[in-house]
């Protein structure tokens, strides 16, 4: 076994993702307990300077849970890569959807008061996109992963091909890993100088929490599923199969600028890059099945 795939190996193990999972259950809780602690300090002693910039709507420490978890999301899906590019990218689609439905939480936490719910109207209609848009979201993954299952394996590659397919993809795979651990740093670093700037400077909050470390990330996946793409090319050739790969990194780029675009807009257009997946999934269960029908004719 290569080295790389040793390394593999030893990373998607089950009891590394299970550690991986029992940290972040663990991580979740605490910061989440910590975060009401702060603001609950914050509307208790106001004449605290240190806490005066925390958000005094105890709903806005839901956003820190979400965010832990979507880290370990991320992680699974750099895991699932190898094994399944439908896989890989449900996964993102699930990502997308959890940053989407994490969005709402932060928009609840702009009321300082609900019963000036009506006076407010600006955040009444973002709350509503996002909702609506986080829904539909979820109900479109639910329906790629029900189209997926239509999704017959057809043996077109020998045993060595899909070895050296698998040994490839973990290539990228361990390359990503390394760009999240990266990004995850970076982003750690990015929130605690701007979060520094403004307790002790006095600087504005410019970081969008909503899309730290996700738009770079997306960045990369968009690159990391075109070779994926071009690989798949090398290893076969059938139309249905290129087009509907071909589909997916398409929904891979209309995520990444899902991600850059206004908020009002931002969950609609990543719903229709989950639809794009949907659709190019289904039409390659249909042409798969439609060759199938025409091989058994052929045999009549």
């Known amino acids: 076994m290569e080295i790389h795939s040793k390394a593999f190996a030893l990373i998607s193990r089950k009891e590394v993702k ?21 603001i609950f300090l914050r509307n208790t002693y106001p004449g605290i300077e240190l806490l005066r910039p925390l958000n005094a709507n105890y709903l806005s420490a839901l956003y820190t849970p979400f965010s832990i978890i979507l880290v370990y999301e991320v992680f699974m899906l750099i895991l699932a890569l190898p094994l399944s590019f439908t896989n890989s990218i449900r996964k993102q689609y699930e990502i997308i959807s959890l940053i989407v439905i994490r969005r709402v939480f932060k928009d609840i936490s702009a009321f300082d008061n609900f019963d000036d719910f009506a006076d407010q109207p600006d955040v009444v209609l973002q709350i509503a996109t996002d909702l609506g848009s986080g829904l539909l979201l979820f109900l479109l993954v639910g329906l790629f992963y029900h189209v997926s299952l239509y999704r017959r394996s057809y043996k077109r590659l020998t045993k060595d091909q899909i070895k050296t397919f698998v040994r490839l993809k973990e290539y990228i795979s361990l390359l990503l890993l390394g760009v999240f651990s990266f990004l995850t740093l970076y982003s750690i670093y990015s929130f605690t100088s701007e979060v520094y700037g403004l307790v002790v400077n006095e600087d504005v909050f410019t970081l969008d929490l909503n899309i730290i470390f996700f738009t770079e990330f997306y960045t990369v996946m968009i690159f990391a599923d075109v070779f994926i793409f071009i690989l798949s090319f090398m290893f076969g050739q059938r139309y249905a199969s290129l087009l509907r790969n071909a589909g997916f990194v398409s929904s891979t780029v209309i995520l990444r600028i899902s991600l850059s675009a206004d908020p009002v807009y931002s969950g609609w257009i990543a719903a229709s890059a989950v639809l794009t997946g949907v659709i190019s999934q289904l039409i390659y269960v249909y042409f798969m099945k439609l060759q199938e029908k025409g091989k058994d004719k052929t045999s009549d």
């Open 18 to 38: 299970e550690a991986a999972e029992k940290w972040t259950v663990v991580m979740a809780a605490g910061l989440f307990a910590l975060h009401l602690l702060l």
